[in-house]
């Protein structure tokens, strides 16, 4: 017998040899139908692995992370086998678990329409009724190079090819399907509910990412393990679409692409206005945390890159230029320039901490096939932060910075988690620095109640961080805001302030990012809201509409007096049926529409028809105005539609 801890600190007994499902099974049978996979030591494995030694073991479900990857990961392995057994010629690539589901890269030659997706999903849904068991064999790399040579799949012998010769490779078995793979899966294929299972789009990929290599066909699908959740996430989709800042730009006016500029958004007036607006809100908190603002070149010269470590790390994501026959560099961040900023004249410890923030307009090469609306571009602009402090005033920063990104965040309806993602293997600098840092990022999170995951290895090339992964109305996640402490660029740009005893030291610096991009923040509260932005983040806020041609005088002197307080509106003064000038303006999604006819102009009254609501309410202009201002200045957030 072996001696297994849970995940609950209790210990059971278990028969030598044993599997972590028969572990299950003994606890509870309805326990055993949900285990995906196991933790045993630390380690993922297959549900199917048997223990031969005590250890520590942890049972995955779907409510885990790698439960839900090993579901999606074998759903991807039925959708290969599915593929083969319909139409053998085609060539496979690679097909991994992904946030939200799998997908399978293919070469095929012909496209798979929608009509073949439906064979195909039809035949996924066979294979999981044949409740196919999933059985892991190895076999030595020259070994696996012919296996997978007599199969006639190129793209896997090339994967092997990559790897040591004296590595040992895995592979899985399904009935007649076999694929390149370490795993880990579900015991059969009948884990996967059909019902629960769909193929939800195909796209075109490149072979490992790389646009010199062959065009591959990448089908996306999902899987849960219940018809249910299927359902629930499919009409989350139908939802997302509805609220795709793309479509909505377009429609409010808000930004456009052009063929003439791929990655290079165009706002346009209304767009304009929005972001203005929120920069605004942006400027005004900033002033009352005690911020100064600064603004840095576009374009300074490649040695400065060098200095900063960015060139090393960073250079295939930089566009470059010559000027004066010397090499240049568009920023593709801030940070550097902010440096400059600092060494330009001495500071003393009265000095600090000294908060430098930029609205900086930063250019990186994306791919073009990863270019997505507001969301992934190549030009944006980043509002950054430099904080310049002593080692004594780190904790007591974090905080603060921290309470800002609370009351903005707030002021949008946006929940967040924090991630702290600690040293990479490509770093600058003392471990002891490193392990200083992350003890202090930590610590005050912490001490402000703020509950967070650890993301270990996935920090900057120069030091650790804290990730804020906004939450939006339909629970999707969006990594905005940022705060990474450096030692290592103060060192670089040879940084000093004088401390009280008269001495020169080294500042240690914040690199800190709110909204992150602004443009993929106006993407991600377009989504959020659907377009129907709040009052005073509106770009038109009221829209008067004149019912007779009686009444545009009135109208427009209404018009004039909330133009001149300050509020933006529109005048529809069109020869049309007011029914129709309703309909428009809902479709432009504005707050509040005034309706005026002859008893409104008669009394001095304005009759309000309210985006939220959809009622219609006769007041006095100065109660409205009362309204207006309240909302306004109050910045209330209308509930997520």
């Known amino acids: 017998m072996v001696k297994i801890t849970l995940k609950d600190g209790s210990i059971m007994e278990l028969e030598q040899g044993r599997t972590a499902l028969d572990a299950a099974k003994q606890i509870s049978e309805g326990l055993a139908r949900n285990v995906l996979a196991c933790q045993i030591d630390g380690e993922t494995h297959d549900a199917m692995t048997p223990i031969n030694q005590d250890c520590v073991l942890n049972l995955l479900t779907f409510e885990d992370e790698m439960g839900r990857w090993t579901l999606r990961h074998t759903a991807a392995h039925v959708l290969a086998q599915a593929v083969k057994r319909l139409f053998p010629e085609v060539k496979l690539a690679i097909g991994p678990a992904i946030e939200n589901g799998f997908y399978y890269d293919l070469d095929s030659p012909f496209p798979f329409t929608p009509e ?143 063929e003439e500029g791929p990655g290079f958004p165009f706002f346009l007036p209304k767009g304009m206005t929005l972001k203005n607006t929120l920069l605004e809100y942006w400027r005004e908190c900033h002033k009352r945390y005690g911020y100064v603002e600064i603004s840095t070149p576009i374009i300074l010269n490649q040695a400065l890159w060098h200095r900063s470590g960015h060139w090393d790390h960073y250079k295939n994501n930089m566009y470059t230029t010559v000027i004066d026959e010397a090499d240049y560099a568009v920023k ?42 507001l969301f992934r571009v190549r030009c944006f602009t980043q509002d950054d932060a430099h904080i310049f402090m002593t080692r004594e005033q780190m904790k007591e920063e974090i905080k603060n910075v921290t309470r ?25 600098g003392e471990e002891a620095d490193w392990k200083f840092a992350e003890d202090t990022l930590q610590a005050a999170i912490e001490e402000m109640g703020k509950p967070f995951a650890v993301n270990a290895g996935d920090g900057a090339f120069y030091g650790p961080k804290l990730d804020f992964h906004l939450a939006d109305s339909l629970g999707r996640t969006w990594q905005c805001g940022t705060i990474q402490l450096d030692f290592q660029m103060p060192e670089r740009f040879d940084l000093e302030y004088v401390g009280e005893d008269g001495q020169k030291h080294r500042p240690v610096m914040i690199h800190r990012a709110l909204l992150g991009s602004i443009e993929r923040f106006i993407g991600v509260i377009t989504e959020h809201y659907a377009g129907a932005f709040p009052v005073w983040l509106s770009p038109v806020q009221v829209k008067i509409l004149p019912i007779t041609d009686r009444t545009h005088e009135y109208a427009a002197d209404v018009m004039n007096k909330l133009d001149a307080l300050g509020f933006r509106c529109e005048l529809d003064s069109r020869s049309e049926k007011i029914g129709y000038k309703i309909r428009e303006a809902q479709l432009e999604k504005v707050p509040y529409m005034l309706v005026l006819g002859d008893k409104e102009k008669e009394a001095g009254q304005v009759a309000v028809r309210c985006r939220e609501t959809g009622e219609t309410e006769v007041m006095a202009l100065e109660d409205f105005i009362a309204r207006l201002t309240q909302e306004v200045s109050s910045r209330q957030a209308p509930a997520s539609k």
């Open 116 to 258: 073949i997706m439906e064979k195909i999903e039809e035949e996924m849904r066979k294979i999981c009724k044949e409740k196919l068991p999933l059985e892991r064999f190895e076999l030595p790399r020259e070994q696996a190079i012919q296996y997978m040579e007599e199969k006639g799949e190129p793209y896997k012998v090339e994967l092997i090819q990559d790897l040591p010769e004296d590595a040992v490779i895995s592979f899985y078995r399904q009935g007649e399907f076999v694929d390149l793979c370490a795993g880990p899966h579900v015991e059969h294929t009948g884990r996967i509910k059909g019902a629960a299972l769909k193929l939800t789009a195909c796209n075109a990929a490149y072979w490992r990412g790389d646009s010199s290599r062959a065009t591959l066909q990448r089908i996306y699908g999902v899987v849960f393990p219940k018809k249910e959740q299927l359902d629930d996430y499919l009409a989350m989709l139908e939802e997302a679409k509805r609220r795709d800042h793309r479509k909505l730009g377009r429609e409010l006016g808000l930004f456009m692409m052009t």
């Open 404 to 428: 800002l990104f609370d009351e903005i965040y707030s002021t949008f309806g946006l929940t967040y988690q924090i991630e702290l993602s600690t040293m990479p293997e490509d770093h600058m």
């Open 332 to 373: 593709p961040m801030n940070c550097p320039g902010g440096m400059l900023v600092y060494k330009a004249e001495p500071h003393s410890y009265r000095d600090l901490p000294l908060r430098m923030a930029e609205l900086g307009l930063v250019h990186r090469h994306e791919l073009s096939g990863a270019l997505h609306g």
